[in-house]
Each structure stands twice: as C-alpha cells, then as structure tokens.
C-alpha cells in the first residue's frame, strides 16, 4: 500500500504560480512512474505531466512550456511548478504514482485561478 501526500495549492491570480508536490510512503515496489492529473468541474480526469524512472517528463499540450514537473528520488516525491497560470488551468490536482502491480491516487488539491 502507497500513501501520498499532497500540498501546494489554493487560490492565485492569472499569470501567477503555484508548486504541488506529493510524497509517497510506504511502496514495498520500486515506483515506475508519478504524474499529476486534474479534473475540472463536469469534465474527466485528464493528464497533466507525468515522468518515467530513468525517462523524461511528458506533458500535455495545454501545460507544455507552463508547467514543469521534477522528482527527488531520495525522499519519492514529485513536484508540478505551475508558471503563467490560466482560468482554465482550474481544476483538482491529483497526485498519481504507479508501481509494478497498482497505480495509486493523492486525496487531490485544489488549485483555482481567478481575479
């Protein structure tokens, strides 16, 4: 069983930034993958950016050159920087880790982005 803690969000102009991060405990599996995913109010959870052990970030078209995502490896935590927010970057983030048996999910953050 993973447990995954999230933090970071809230509330924050257009333009502005945020960070998430999300620490795992307790995996008795090697950690393949963590990723961010987010679910606005009436649409389906969609990707965000997720990174590979030993591979490169991947990023969904709408973030791309906006957010970044980075890995401590030592404390198995993953961070989402979060640059030039938009309105529609408003949504619940969650926090996704996958092993070699299950994916896990964060209890989500939110982030809202408003004047």
């Known amino acids: 069983q993973v447990q995954l803690v999230e933090s970071g969000g809230g509330l924050v102009q257009p333009g502005g930034s945020l960070r998430l991060s999300c620490a795992a405990s307790g995996s008795a599996f090697r950690i393949n993958a963590m990723g961010w995913y987010r679910q606005a109010p009436g649409k389906q959870r969609e990707l965000v950016a997720d990174?590979?052990?030993?591979?490169?970030?991947n990023y969904a078209d709408p973030v791309k050159g906006r957010f970044t995502i980075s890995r401590d490896n030592a404390k198995n935590t993953v961070y989402l920087q979060m640059s030039s927010l938009k309105p529609e970057d408003t949504a619940v983030y969650y926090c996704r880790v996958d092993t070699v048996y299950d994916a896990y999910w964060g209890q989500g953050t939110q982030v809202t982005v408003s004047s």
């Open positions: 990174i590979i052990v030993g591979g490169s970030a």
